[in-house]
C-alpha cells in the first residue's frame, strides 16, 4: 500500500505540473500543447531537468535559469498539492472505482484553486471533461440504471443552484454567483446525490464566509472567488460521505 500511496504521489506530481498549464493557459486562450514549456518572463524553452516537479524549483531557487526571474511559488505549490490529494483518495477508498472518481474530483479541485482565483473563472471545458469520466466510471462499475439516477440528482442540484443564484441576484441587486459556481454543482450532484449535494452549498458558503467578511471590511471593492470554497466543500463531503450521510439521517430520524 505504501508503494501505491508514493506512486501516485509522484503521479500526482507530475499530473499537477501540467494542470498549471492546463488552467494558465485556456484561461488566456492559448494551446496547452503548443508551445512547450517556457519561462513566461523570456520565453525561454525549459530542458528537462528544469521541468521535475518541486525539485527543479528548488533547484533552481525559484528563479528562470536564463533570465534569472522569479518563478511564481504556485507552481510548485500546485505540484505537491496534486500529489498528496492523489494519494490521499487511494488512501481513504483503497482498491474502489471511488478512488477514480476522487481522482477526477482532485483533478477539478486544482484546476478550480488556480482558475478562479486568479482569473474569476471556472473552465466549462474542465467541468465538462470531468462530468463525462465520472459518467464513465458510474457506467462501467454501476450500470445504466444507476447512473442515470446519477445524472438525474446532478440536474436537480444543478437547478437549485440556479435558483440559489436567481434569488441571489434580485436580493442584492448584482450578480450574487459566477454561472461556474453555477456549473460546478452539476458535478457535486453527480457524485453526491441531491441531499448531500445541498449540504455542499451550505458547507461551501460557511467556509467562504469568514474570507467574505474579511474582504467586505478591507477590500469591500473585491470580489469573491466562491469556486475555491465549493470545490474544498465537494470533496471533504465526498471524502466523508459514509459518515455525513449517516449524521443527517440521524438527524431527520430516518435511522
Not at 39 to 49: F, M, P, R, T
Not at 50 to 65: A, N, T
Not at 68 to 95: D, M, N, V
Not at 114 to 125: F, G, Q, R
Given at each position: 500500500?505504501?508503494?501505491?500511496l508514493?506512486y501516485l504521489?509522484?503521479?500526482g506530481l507530475?499530473?499537477?505540473?501540467?494542470y498549471?498549464?492546463?488552467?494558465?493557459r485556456?484561461c488566456?486562450n492559448?494551446s496547452i500543447?503548443?508551445?512547450?514549456?517556457?519561462?513566461v518572463?523570456?520565453?525561454?524553452k525549459?530542458?528537462?531537468y528544469?521541468?521535475?516537479?518541486?525539485?527543479?524549483?528548488?533547484g533552481?531557487?525559484?528563479?528562470?535559469?536564463?533570465?534569472?526571474?522569479?518563478i511564481?511559488?504556485?507552481y510548485?505549490?500546485i505540484?505537491l498539492?496534486t500529489?498528496?490529494l492523489?494519494a490521499?483518495s487511494?488512501?481513504?477508498?483503497?482498491?474502489?472505482?471511488?478512488?477514480l472518481i476522487?481522482?477526477?474530483?482532485?483533478?477539478?479541485?486544482?484546476?478550480?484553486y488556480i482558475?478562479?482565483?486568479?482569473y474569476?473563472?471556472?473552465l466549462?471545458?474542465?467541468l465538462?471533461?470531468?462530468?463525462?469520466?465520472?459518467?464513465?466510471?458510474y457506467?462501467?462499475f454501476?450500470?445504466i440504471?444507476?447512473?442515470l439516477?446519477?445524472l438525474?440528482?446532478?440536474?436537480?442540484v444543478?437547478?437549485?443552484?440556479?435558483?440559489?443564484?436567481?434569488l441571489?441576484?434580485?436580493?442584492?441587486?448584482?450578480?450574487?454567483?459566477?454561472w461556474?459556481?453555477v456549473?460546478?454543482?452539476?458535478?457535486a450532484?453527480l457524485v453526491l446525490?441531491?441531499?448531500?449535494?445541498?449540504a455542499?452549498i451550505?458547507?461551501g458558503?460557511?467556509?467562504?464566509?469568514?474570507?467574505?467578511l474579511?474582504?467586505?471590511?478591507?477590500?469591500?471593492?473585491s470580489?469573491l472567488?466562491f469556486?475555491?470554497?465549493?470545490?474544498?466543500?465537494?470533496?471533504?463531503?465526498?471524502?466523508?460521505?459514509?459518515?455525513?450521510?449517516s449524521f443527517?439521517m440521524t438527524l431527520?430520524?430516518?435511522?
Amino acid at each position: 500500500m505504501v508503494w501505491i500511496l508514493l506512486y501516485l504521489f509522484i503521479i500526482g506530481l507530475f499530473v499537477g505540473s501540467f494542470y498549471n498549464v492546463v488552467a494558465l493557459r485556456l484561461c488566456k486562450n492559448e494551446s496547452i500543447v503548443f508551445p512547450g514549456s517556457h519561462c513566461v518572463n523570456c520565453n525561454h524553452k525549459l530542458s528537462w531537468y528544469e521541468l521535475i516537479p518541486v525539485f527543479s524549483y528548488i533547484g533552481l531557487r525559484g528563479r528562470c535559469h536564463h533570465c534569472k526571474k522569479h518563478i511564481s511559488l504556485q507552481y510548485p505549490l500546485i505540484e505537491l498539492l496534486t500529489g498528496i490529494l492523489f494519494a490521499l483518495s487511494f488512501y481513504i477508498f483503497g482498491f474502489s472505482y471511488n478512488t477514480l472518481i476522487s481522482i477526477v474530483l482532485c483533478s477539478i479541485v486544482i484546476i478550480t484553486y488556480i482558475t478562479d482565483s486568479k482569473y474569476m473563472v471556472i473552465l466549462d471545458e474542465v467541468l465538462v471533461v470531468g462530468s463525462i469520466l465520472i459518467l464513465l466510471i458510474y457506467l462501467i462499475f454501476e450500470g445504466i440504471v444507476p447512473s442515470l439516477w446519477h445524472l438525474f440528482d446532478a440536474l436537480i442540484v444543478f437547478l437549485i443552484m440556479v435558483l440559489v443564484k436567481f434569488l441571489g441576484d434580485f436580493a442584492f441587486k448584482q450578480e450574487s454567483l459566477g454561472w461556474g459556481d453555477v456549473k460546478l454543482s452539476f458535478i457535486a450532484g453527480l457524485v453526491l446525490g441531491i441531499n448531500l449535494g445541498i449540504a455542499y452549498i451550505v458547507l461551501g458558503s460557511f467556509l467562504a464566509f469568514p474570507y467574505a467578511l474579511y474582504i467586505s471590511i478591507k477590500k469591500k471593492d473585491s470580489i469573491l472567488p466562491f469556486g475555491p470554497f465549493l470545490a474544498t466543500s465537494l470533496l471533504i463531503i465526498f471524502w466523508n460521505y459514509s459518515a455525513i450521510s449517516s449524521f443527517f439521517m440521524t438527524l431527520l430520524g430516518v435511522v
